[in-house]
């Protein structure tokens, strides 16, 4: 009894327990439900495969930080499959990419995320933005490398040296491209990697807007930028304005060549 009540309280099912008919439960409650009779009898293990995907978006993310904290509470290990990005994120604490059958990388979420493995993983998280690239220069101290995108030349920052003519690839992802209010000063940083694009569409996602740009220096090259709501609240952009970006050199990725 105590440990049904225990349950109870973590995933608010006590409002629940008095009625007579099942049918009468909600999507989320049922699940709750389902979760509460899955860790009643103290697994060691809990198998999960797509376990929100019914739910709508509120119940599912009101559901997914239930389940969280009741894993840490009971110190539970949960096998979690999901084809969700944002959701594998909100729930792991190690993670491993498997595409075609294959497992294409593990490690934590910020590893994953932040130096995928390759390309096939990179394109799987939503990195958008992969070019093939040439390092035409390279700094031996600050490990900073010139790299050639079509006329374009980015000023990357490297992890590793790396040799001039080298071929490469790059990515850098759209939540990471800067915007630069145009009434504001310049940071001396942002002098870098400082760039004139051509707003060619937009996407309003709610909470961010997603924009295709296209560089003026090289119209064949184009980049997908995320801008928060309170930024486009404050530089507001429209369909063919001419705008700057800032790529941050340490936001690269240089993906492995295969």
Known sequence: MKRLNYLTEHLELGHIMTRPDIATLSGGEK???AFARALITKPKVLFLDEPFSALDAYIKRRVQFQ????????NLTVFHVTHDQEEAFLMAEHMAIMINGRIEQRGTPDE???VPANERVANFLLMQNIFNS??????????VLKCKVGSVVFDVQSIRPMKVGEP???GIRPEEIVIIAPDKPLKPSFQQNLFRVTVESLFNLGSREMVHLIFQDDEGLSVDATFS???TKSV?????DVV?????????CILPSE
């Not at 040439?134 to 490990?143: F, H, L």
């Not at 507001?236 to 063919?240: A, D, H, I, L, S």
């Open 244 to 252: 700057s970006i800032h790529l941050r050199p340490q936001s690269f």
């Open 67 to 74: 389940l969280k904290r009741l894993q840490k509470a009971v």
């Open 229 to 231: 709501y309170k930024i």
């Open 134 to 143: 040439e390092v035409i220069a390279a700094d031996s101290e600050t490990r």
């Open 236 to 240: 507001k952009v429209r369909e063919g």
């Open 31 to 33: 699940q709750r439900v």
């Open 112 to 114: 994953c995320y932040n």
């Open 168 to 170: 490469l690839k790059l």
